[in-house]
Every structure is written in C-alpha cells, then in structure tokens.
C-alpha cells in the first residue's frame, strides 16, 4: 500500500461521500428513498459531456449541479408535497420509476453512447507525489468532493439550520413540535441533496467513463453505504462511505475477486451485529 | 323470504340471525365466484388451442412465469408489508441451480429441478435469518445488495469454468419433468399445461395461506412487530419462514423459465429484472393473488408492443410512477371493484323484485 493507492482510495471515496450524503439527508428530512439518485448522476455526467462539447468544462461545473438542484425542486413541488401522506415504500417507488424516465430522458437528449471527457485545462497534467506522478485532476476531485462534504458537516455541526436538520432527522415529529420549519428545510435539503448528486457527476465525467450503466452501479452501492452508515445518519453515511471507497479501491490491488462483493458481505455483517446500521441513526428505525 | 328477514331485521338484532341472513345473502355470490374461477382454471388449459402463434405463446409463458416472481413479490408486501428488491436472486440461484446440475453432475432433469429449488430454499432461508431482523427499508436495500453480490459472484472470473461467466449456462433438461417430455419442455404448447397447472397451485396455495392463522399472525406482524411480541407471539420465525416461502415461488419461477429456454444468465439478479417483477405486481395489483399473475401477463405483452419503440424504459418507469400513485392496487383492486358494484345491483335487483 503507498500514497498513490491512498489517494486513489479518496478519489473513489470522495465521489461515493458526495451521493450518499446526498441520500442520507433526503432520507432524513422528507423519508425519501431516492431511487432516482443515480440516474441524476448520469444524466449530470451526460450533460457535462455536451456542455464541454459546446462550450468547457468549468460552464459545465456551474451549471449542471444548478440544474440538477432545480430538479429537486421538481421533485420536491411535484412528487414529494403533494404527496406527503403516502408510505415511504410508495415514494420509494415513484423515485424507482422516475429513474426509469430520467434515464429514457437522458439518453434521447444525450445519446447513448459512451462519452470520455478530458480533464480541463490547468488540471490535465501529473504532480509528482513522494515519487510517483499523479494525475492532477484526481487531486481536484478529492479536494472539491471531500471539500463540500466538509462544508456540509461544518453547516450540520456549526449552524442553527444545521442543528435544525439534524434534530429533524433524527425525531422529525418531536422537532416539529419543538417549532422547526420542517417545510423550509425539505426544500433546501432535496435541492442540495440534488445538487450533490449533480456535483457528482460533474466530477466523475473526467474520472470515469460516461455510460448508461454509470448511475445503476453507484446507485446501489451508495444505498448500500447509507444503511450501512445507519438510515437517518449523514455522519454515518460519510463514514461508511469513505470506508466502502477505501476498501474497494485498497482491495482491488491486492485482492480483485474478493473486493467486488466486500460491501455487501460488510453490509451483512454489520446488521447482524448492530440492525440500525454503524451510526447514530433514527430512533424508531 | 329474504324480503320478510329485512323487515323484520331491525326489531329483533340477533347476532345468530343477521350471520346465517348474510351468508343466504352472499352464497349467489360465492358460488358465481366459485365458477369462474373454475371456468378460469379450465379455459386455461386450452389457450395453447386459441393462440397457435408460437411466438405469442412464448410470451403467455413468459407472462406467467414473470407473474409467479411478481406472486413471490406481492406475497412479502401483503402480508409483511416487505418488498424485496432481490427477488429476482433467488429465480437465478434455481436456473443456476439447475443448469450446474445438469451440465455439471449430469443429473435428470427432475433431479435438477430439485436441487436448483433446494439450493434457492436453503440460501433463502441463510440469508433471510439476517435479513428479517431489519425494517422495511433497510430490507429493500439488504434484498438488493445480495442479488447484486449473486450478480458479482458469477461474474468472478475464478468460477468462469463452471458458471459462464457473461454469457451464463445453456443447460438442456435431461429427460422429461412431472409428465412432460424432454421435446414438449421446449416448445410453448408442450409446457403450457405445466406452467399452468403450476400457476393455479402457486396462486390457490398463496391464497390460502393467506386465510390461515399463519397469513393472520403475519399481518398482525405487519401492523405492529411489537404488540405482536408483547401479546406473546414469537415474530423471528413467521417472518423467516414468509421470507422463504416468498423465495420459494421466485424458484419456482426460476424453474419454469430454465426448462423451457434452458439458459441461465447474470441478468437474472439485475435490478432490473426484479424491477420487471415489482411493475408487474404492482399493476396487477399488490393484496390479490391473481393480480400479479394479470401483472406478468401484461407485462409481458406490453414490453413487446412497446418495446420496437425503444422507449420501453419511459412507459415503464411512467407506468410504474402512475400506478403507484393513483391506482395503489392494481388492476385487480380496479376488477374487484367493479365486479361488487356489479353483485350489488344483481342483488339490489332481486331484492326489489321480491318487494
């Protein structure tokens, strides 16, 4: 294990914090299972890939994670108000099927054909970590990822708003009662939970290859970090998914058959031993 | 007679009375029902003498056997209030199952059958011991990752030899199976009648179940797993026990589907195909029993009408969102709706005549 393999770990790790986060807080604040999580992911990364066609890829950076925050305000004003009062299942399939869609949507507007997107101008080049050469571009999207991870722990831990999400994710009734805008929150919670995954997807499109399996893949496992994480627990969402993106970057060198089924074997283990998941989660979960 | 109970009903309220009133009141009801569902079970039997378009045949199979993983489906949801999003797993363990058997072992078909299901029933009943011990939520997501981990599993390039890799196993069935012949298995209208034979035990067992003591104690589980306990009932074992069961029927199903096409792929455990599952007993109708048979059934067909459009995912994924929330049970929610309204006017008819 050296430096590189460290920072490969982060750079897999940070991309894997960014969704689950982002479905962590969803599923804190409005009791959501976002389906549709990864499907916006892919149609960010698609989106970047015309955008740095047409124009570059810092118009790209700006403007896909927007659109993505405003469709979670789609969401939010179409799906997720009107229809409050139903089961957390039924939302959880209503998001299932809208993936369909959002995915039949992107690839009539995009294609679907793979894409590979070039890292942009100042970050294509290598740095020479403790010997080795590393690609510039991979330092960037552990700085940005892991960056606005930071800045969404330091709102959660810092802030009234943020006391506020947490205190609503973890006793939504008992904060409503205690006079927190529940309403206000949701909001600001599924716009940023989109825009994370947006984010994501900017910063995966220089990384990764675009294509229509992209979202499905990180979909489940980033489902899978957030039980393991605990349902209701971003912190535990941010560690576990730092840990499951170490293990499968780490594992892959060392031992690639194994590495592929890790997190769901760890996810077993850990219900096993604690059902509500590594986190302080939701009380009644 | 039924005319003179009605007056008389209000002055003197036995309990005795208005039981036996009612069920003179409903027997009509019941045994038309009784009769078509017979007229159902045998109509059945001769569709492969209706459609004689092999190719359309071969999607009423499909249709079936899709219906049986969304019966699987709907049965964790009515009577646990679980959905599993791994269903599709335990299809694939019983097609792999079957095909390592018999490529590997070079065992009968019928001993096949028996270990792919076997396999399906023991891995079930391994990992549901952890799996029921968590919420609804978590345990859509747990069912998910397990069918992905099948997926990678015979992905591995260690068991390519053995498990296909890709491109899966084609195992030919290795003799006949229940009475039907080796040939008949493979052609549309020589299976028909076991798969459809299969679908009505499937479906009349599943219902039943429902009725009995072990469907109620579930639902009492469903409404509140702590009260359950309180009031001394152990709720590990039920639910364990519905969680194989639920794998049983998607072995089944696994079954049907490699006996007549005889190949296994890693497609089995996607998501996708479990999706398949979910959308058809979710339009069929979640709480019926032949809704999800109707669900398959439809599905099937409208995957290939809508499928030369090449935007199958957009209908499906709309379909699915609309359903879900305007329609919460199904075509079959939709049927027995209409079919009361139908009986009530039957009834407020002779009623009136009779006054």
């Known amino acids: 294990m050296n430096s590189i393999q460290v920072l490969n770990a982060l750079a897999a790790g940070s991309l894997l914090t960014l969704l689950a986060s982002g479905l962590a807080l969803i599923y804190g604040l409005r009791n959501v299972m976002n389906f549709a999580h990864g499907a916006i992911y892919m149609f960010a990364a698609f989106m970047t890939a015309r955008l740095v066609e047409h124009t570059n890829y810092w118009v790209a950076f700006v403007v896909v994670p927007l659109t993505c925050a405003v469709l979670g305000l789609v969401l939010e004003f179409g799906l997720l108000r009107p229809f409050a009062d139903r089961s957390v299942i039924t939302i959880a399939l209503v998001t299932f099927g809208l993936a369909l869609v959002l995915s039949s949507a992107t690839h009539s507007l995009f294609g679907t054909q793979p894409r590979v997107v070039s890292a942009p101008a100042p970050l294509d080049g290598t740095l020479d970590i403790l010997g080795d050469p590393y690609p510039v571009y991979r330092l960037f999207l552990i700085t940005v990822g892991l960056g606005s991870v930071a800045l969404l722990v330091a709102w959660l831990k810092f802030t009234r708003s943020g006391l506020h999400v947490r205190a609503v994710s973890a006793q939504p009734d008992t904060a409503r009662m205690a006079g927190v805008n529940t309403k206000r929150l949701g909001v600001i919670i599924v716009c940023l939970s989109t825009g994370f995954a947006g984010l994501a997807g900017v910063l995966a499109a220089p990384y990764l290859s675009i294509d229509t399996g992209m979202g499905d893949a990180i979909l489940i496992i980033s489902l899978v970090i957030v039980v393991l994480g605990g349902i209701g627990s971003i912190g535990g969402a941010i560690v576990s998914a730092l840990i499951v993106g170490g293990l499968q970057t780490l594992g892959s060198v060392t031992a690639p058959a194994v590495t592929t089924i890790a997190p769901y074997v760890l996810l077993i283990i850990v219900l096993l031993w604690r059902p509500q998941g590594l986190g302080r989660g939701r009380v009644d979960h | ?355």
């Open chain 2, 1 to 355: 007679m039924s005319a003179k109970q009605i007056t008389s009903g209000p002055t003197k309220p036995s309990v005795v009375g208005s039981r036996r009133e009612s069920t003179l009141r409903q027997r009509p009801a019941h045994v038309l029902r009784l009769l078509a569902i017979l007229a159902v079970i045998v109509a059945g039997f001769a569709v492969p003498s209706l459609v004689t378009n092999p190719y359309r045949l071969t999607l009423l199979v499909d249709g079936l056997t899709l219906g049986l993983l969304a019966l699987s489906l709907g049965f964790l949801v009515t009577q646990l209030g679980l959905f599993s999003f791994g269903a599709g797993a335990f299809f694939g363990v019983t097609a792999y199952g079957f095909a390592f058997a018999s490529i590997e072992w070079e065992w009968s078909t019928t001993a096949s059958a028996l270990f792919g299901v076997g396999a399906s029933l023991a891995v079930a009943a391994m990992v549901g011991a952890v799996f029921v011990r968590v919420k609804a939520l978590p345990f859509a997501m747990v069912t998910l990752a397990f069918s992905v981990m099948m997926m990678q599993f015979v992905h591995q390039s260690a068991f390519r030899d053995k498990l296909g890799g890709d491109s899966g196993l084609l195992a030919m069935p290795q003799g006949g199976f229940l009475g039907v012949s080796q040939e008949d298995l493979l052609t549309p209208d020589g299976i028909w009648p076991l798969v459809w034979s299969v679908v009505v035990v499937c479906v009349a067992a599943m219902f039943l179940l429902g009725r009995s003591r072990f469907g109620r104690t579930l639902r009492g589980i469903r409404e509140n797993d702590e009260r359950m306990r309180y009031c001394g009932f152990n709720t590990y074992w039920p639910k364990l026990a519905a969680f194989t069961i639920s794998a049983g029927l998607a072995a089944v199903a696994g079954l049907m589907q490699i006996l007549f096409h005889g190949f296994a792929t890693p497609g089995l455990f996607s998501f996708g195909f479990t999706g398949n599952g979910i959308v058809a007993a979710l339009v069929g109708g979640i709480g019926s029993v032949y809704g999800a048979i109707i669900g398959g059934v439809l599905f099937t067909q409208a995957q290939s009408w809508l499928g030369t459009s090449g935007n199958l995912m957009l209908y499906q994924g709309a379909i699915t969102a609309l359903v879900v929330l305007f329609l919460p049970r199904g075509l079959a929610g939709l049927i027995s709706e209409v079919s009361k309204k139908a009986l009530g006017r039957i009834k407020r008819g002779g009623s009136d005549a009779s006054n």
